[in-house]
């Protein structure tokens, strides 16, 4: 897994862009804001009330679906 739940949120969008949009799904839009560079995955699905698991899951499901090549 590439994303845990121990992942910054700063981390996790510089490395993987296309978990943006996952993250603001779940009301994470915060991945801009300083507070991100300290802030894990797990505690920010915590403030949130959002599962952690579920949340890290839909993440490393973006990176996968994101490396998988254009079927042609």
Not at 24 to 32: D, E, S, V, W
Not at 55 to 63: D, G, H, K, W
Request: proline share 3%; net charge negative; hydrophobic share 40%.
């Amino acid at each position: 897994m590439a994303i845990t739940k121990e992942t910054t949120i700063s981390d996790c969008v510089e490395q993987y862009p296309e978990t943006v949009e996952v993250l603001c799904r779940y009301g994470l839009a915060c991945f801009g804001c300083a507070v991100s560079r300290l802030e894990n995955i797990q505690q920010g699905a915590a403030l949130h009330g959002i599962d952690a698991d579920t949340l890290v899951a839909e993440l490393n499901a973006a990176i996968i679906e994101n490396d998988e090549p254009a079927i042609r």
